[in-house]
Structure formats: structure tokens, C-alpha cells
């Protein structure tokens, strides 16, 4: 199990599916794919969003799972 972190997206193109999520108080970007996204209905975040999300290790570097946006951070 992998504790929850929080960061700011930091961008996410929606027509990819994927995007990169800035840590708090960490360097270096964490990928971040739209399925991994824990909200209904369209599954997108927006640039500054605030989320919480779990950090796994993969074959290409680090990535989030279970992206879940902060409450009154919704992605418009």
C-alpha cells in the first residue's frame, strides 16, 4: 500500500488522456493517465488543480494512481 500525496496538476491534455502532476515540496514530475482518475462522469484535470494521489514505481519512472481532485478543485 502507498500512502496519499498531494500536488498540483501541472498539465493534461485531454485528447491524449494523460497528463503530469507536480509534487508538494518534491522535484520532478509524476505521469498521471486519465484512468487512474477517481471522480464520475468525464475524467479530466485541469492545470493548478489540486489532487491527492498514490506514487508507484513502473518500468518508466514514477506515476500516479487513484488521482483523486480536492473537493472545490473540480475540473471545468
Not at 500525496?5 to 522535484?27: H, L, M, R, S
Not at 464520475?40 to 489532487?51: E, S
Request: proline share 4%; charged share 20%.
Amino acid at each position: 500500500m502507498y500512502s496519499m500525496a498531494t500536488g498540483t496538476v501541472k498539465w493534461f491534455n485531454n485528447a491524449k488522456g494523460f497528463g503530469f502532476i507536480c509534487p508538494q515540496g518534491e522535484d520532478g514530475d509524476i505521469f498521471a493517465h486519465y484512468s487512474t482518475i477517481q471522480m464520475d462522469g468525464y475524467r479530466t484535470l485541469k492545470a493548478g488543480q489540486t489532487v491527492s494521489y498514490e506514487v508507484e514505481e513502473g518500468p518508466k519512472g514514477y506515476h500516479a494512481s487513484s488521482v483523486v481532485p480536492i473537493e472545490g478543485e473540480q475540473a471545468k
